[in-house]
C-alpha cells in the first residue's frame, strides 16, 4: 500500500493562539511550541499528512495538503452500514 505524502504543511503563525492541541495529537512528534508559544514544524519528515492537527485546531490555523491524487486507503473490510432489507 503507498504511503500518503506530504506536500505542504502550513502554519499560520498570526492565527496560532499556542494552545498546543497540534502537539498533542500529532502522532509522529512533528510539532513542537517555540519560545513565541507558536506551533512549528520541527520533524515535518516524519509528517505522514494524517491531517489529525489541521482538525483539531480550534483557530484553523494549520493546512495539510497532500501529494495530488492521494487519498486515505478504505479500511479493509468496510461494511456499508443500512436497513438490511427483508428476506421474504
Ligand atoms: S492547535 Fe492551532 S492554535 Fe493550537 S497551538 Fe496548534 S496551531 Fe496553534
Ligand atoms: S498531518 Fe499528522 S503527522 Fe503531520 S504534523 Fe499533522 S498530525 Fe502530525
Redesign the pocket.
Known amino acids: 500500500m503507498a504511503r500518503i505524502k506530504?506536500k505542504e504543511?502550513r502554519i499560520e503563525r498570526l492565527w496560532c493562539k499556542g494552545c498546543g492541541i497540534?502537539v498533542a495529537?500529532?502522532?509522529?512528534r512533528?510539532?513542537e511550541m517555540d519560545a513565541g508559544d507558536k506551533a512549528v514544524?520541527v520533524r515535518?519528515e516524519?509528517?505522514?499528512?494524517?491531517?489529525?492537527?489541521?482538525l483539531r485546531c480550534p483557530d484553523l490555523a494549520?493546512t495539510?495538503e497532500k501529494e495530488e491524487g492521494q487519498k486515505k486507503p478504505e479500511r479493509k473490510g468496510a461494511v456499508r452500514r443500512g436497513v438490511p432489507r427483508s428476506t421474504d
Do not use: E, K, M, Q
Not at 25 to 28: A, D, I, L, S, W
Not at 46 to 54: E, L, M, P, Q, S
Open positions: 506530504l504543511l497540534c495529537f500529532c502522532p509522529t512533528v510539532l514544524a515535518v516524519d509528517c505522514t499528512a494524517c491531517g489529525r492537527c489541521a494549520i495539510v
